[in-house]
């Protein structure tokens, strides 16, 4: 890591002649809770160590210019003219962050950003959040300001929504922001509050990239979204004291059914019991219970896979072949869906043979070589910056 951020500091310094100064956020993954978050639910992810990171020097005008080293691109303005206009380009998530700064009325002088990242895009590792947090973090400290966990999500998160224009929800933001490691959150997405749970040391997770991309602005992710509160909206309807759905039960649910489509019953339906999968996964951690909570991961699957209808082939796949593996616990897809990552826990000592299995076997079913990732869960931004910075 230490090499890593120094290239980012001395690619910045030979593009813009100026030493910078640099904050980093991790990549993260969901253990489980998919598309709960944006209906006040429950969700499990960790930090994981891929990271953004965000260098940053001042300018003696009121610029704003972004250099991508993974683009090799950049984008630059006047930071008083700044508009909620996106391009649909990857300088819309940084952008969209300061502009959410000056919608707290937080003033930001004239900078060059060089951002540079390992996190795989379209993977389902929440690469906007991690590119959002770190952009945050370095234009907080130009403007000689700092927000609290809770406002450095809500601020990220409202320039993803609001400013790009995709539909995600708090998690992404909170857990690249807020992580610590040794640790999975298990975070409630309408209170903000959340719990610290243990991994036990026999177990890692495996992030496996099934290299079929995903884009969360537009598309299917958008379709699952708008028919989750199509079927929110009758319930609140309906049923009292139903404010949003992590308020209904399955019986609310089935009362409801010939009021809502097809379509929007299902995507409810594992939205409700995806909750109660959170709710049993954190006791089966409290209880060192691990071949309960992989149990759970398998049945988080079949939910997006069937009734939310987010999963694909290859993603499928990659989960068979897992669950076929004596040393794997359990396996699902995470994120947002229609492609990217799947999310293993195996035994620690037989990690490495169980990536070397899945690749060999993914890519004689699909043809496609798999990308896996051997992880333990990682620092947050805030928690990297408090433990003596990010070097």
């Not at 120094?6 to 813009?16: P, T, Y």
């Not at 910078?20 to 960790?46: C, Q, S, W």
């Not at 049923?239 to 097809?262: H, I, N, Y």
């Not at 896979?305 to 290859?314: G, I, L």
């Amino acid at each position: 890591m230490k090499t890593y951020n120094e290239d980012a500091l001395r690619l910045h310094h030979q593009r813009f002649g100026h030493e910078g100064k640099l904050f980093a956020a991790p990549a993260r993954v969901n253990l489980i809770g998919e598309h709960t978050d944006y209906t006040g639910g429950l969700v499990m992810p960790m930090a994981i160590n891929f990271r953004t990171a965000a260098v940053l020097s001042k300018r003696d005008d009121q610029r704003a210019v972004f250099y991508s080293a993974n683009y090799e691109e950049e984008a630059s303005f006047e930071v008083a003219s700044l508009e909620r206009a996106p391009k649909g380009h990857w300088s819309d998530y940084p952008a969209g962050v300061l502009w959410s700064l000056q919608q707290q009325a937080i003033r930001v002088s004239g900078f060059n950003m060089t951002l540079a990242g390992d996190v795989p895009l379209g993977a389902g590792l929440s690469s906007s959040a991690s590119v959002e947090v770190a952009t945050a973090l370095a234009l907080l400290a130009h403007a000689g300001a700092a927000l609290p966990l809770e406002k450095l999500a809500n601020l990220c998160r409202r320039a993803e929504n609001e400013y790009v224009g995709a539909k995600s929800g708090i998690m992404d933001q909170f857990v690249v922001a807020g992580a610590v490691t040794h640790r999975a959150m298990l975070l409630d997405c309408r209170s903000l509050t959340f719990e610290l749970l243990p991994l036990p040391d026999q177990v890692r997770v495996v992030i496996c990239n099934s290299m079929v991309k995903h884009a969360v602005a537009t598309g299917e992710y958008g379709d699952r979204r708008d028919e989750v509160e199509s079927g929110q909206s009758v319930l609140q309807r309906e049923r009292p004291g139903v404010q949003l759905l992590r308020d209904a039960t399955l019986e609310d649910l089935e009362a409801c059914k010939t009021k809502m489509s097809a379509a929007s019953f299902a995507r409810c339906r594992h939205i409700i019991t995806e909750n109660q999968r959170v709710l049993d996964a954190r006791e089966a951690l409290l209880r060192d219970d691990m071949k309960r909570f992989g149990s759970i991961m398998v049945e988080a699957h079949k939910s997006m896979r069937d009734d939310f209808a987010a999963s694909c082939k290859e993603v499928d796949t990659l989960v068979e072949i897992a669950t076929q593996q004596p040393e794997c616990f359990g396996a699902r897809i995470t994120g947002g869906g229609f492609g990217g990552c799947t999310v293993n826990v195996v035994r620690t000592e037989a990690a490495e043979q169980f990536v070397t299995t899945l690749k060999k076997q993914y890519a004689a079913k699909t043809g496609i070589e798999a990308q896996c990732f051997v992880s333990a869960p990682s620092d947050g931004a805030l928690a990297m910056a408090a433990n003596g910075g990010v070097l």
